[in-house]
Every structure is written in structure tokens, then in C-alpha cells.
């Protein structure tokens, strides 16, 4: 069975850092792109960036230059290297992975994890 983590959201302060990781655990399927996106209160999810199995990325614009995704494909693991942080990122942040099993692909989503930035 397929499962989606994230992990490392919390409270920081303006101007603060922090780094999410998201870890695929299972067998018998590979990994396509991954992705994190996130939700805020009374908006709707959007995409924050994501990142192919060969590790060409892409990213929302108001995020390019302080959010850096990567990936560990040998753990499994996608990260979110998030900077410069402002009140405006704070949301639930998700992770989301494309996940073939049998040649059929799936999207898969993790439970989410929550971001606040608050002095």
C-alpha cells in the first residue's frame, strides 16, 4: 500500500526558514513527478512547485527565488526548502506524487501539514 507523508511544517517567525519533506513508503511502484501545493483559509489550493523524476522543477512566481524544491529519488523523498518566509504562506501544505503501479498511474496526496508565519 502507498502512503504520503509531509513532515517539518510549524510556527515561524516573518522572515524565517523552514524545509518539509514528504516520503512515499511502499513497494512494486515507481515514482513520477511530485509536487507541493498548498491551501490557506477560504482559498483554493494552488501549486507551489514540482518536480520531475529527472529533476527538471518549475514554480509559482511569487514564490521563485525563496521556495526550492528537491528530491531524493533513491529515499523516496521530495523536499521544500522554504525562505524569506511571510505571513501570506501561511496555509496547509501538501504534497502530491504520481505513482505508477502495473503501467496504470495514480495521483496520490499526503494528509497535509500546516505552515504558520506569525511573529
Known amino acids: 500500500q502507498v502512503q504520503v507523508v509531509e513532515s517539518g511544517g510549524g510556527l515561524v517567525q516573518p522572515g524565517g526558514s523552514l524545509r518539509l519533506s514528504c516520503a512515499v513508503s511502499g513497494s512494486d511502484f515507481s515514482i513520477g513527478d511530485m509536487g507541493w501545493y498548498r491551501q490557506a483559509p477560504g482559498k483554493q489550493r494552488e501549486l507551489v512547485a514540482s518536480i520531475t523524476s529527472g529533476g527538471d522543477t518549475k514554480s509559482a512566481d511569487s514564490m521563485k527565488g525563496r521556495f526550492t524544491i528537491s528530491r531524493d529519488n533513491a529515499a523516496k523523498t521530495v523536499y521544500l526548502q522554504m525562505n524569506s518566509l511571510k505571513p501570506e504562506d501561511t496555509a496547509v501544505y501538501y504534497c502530491?506524487?504520481?505513482?505508477?503501479?502495473?503501467?496504470?498511474?495514480?495521483?496520490?496526496w499526503g494528509q497535509g501539514t500546516q505552515v504558520t508565519v506569525s511573529p
Open positions: 502530491r506524487a504520481i505513482i505508477t503501479i502495473n503501467t496504470r498511474s495514480y495521483r496520490y
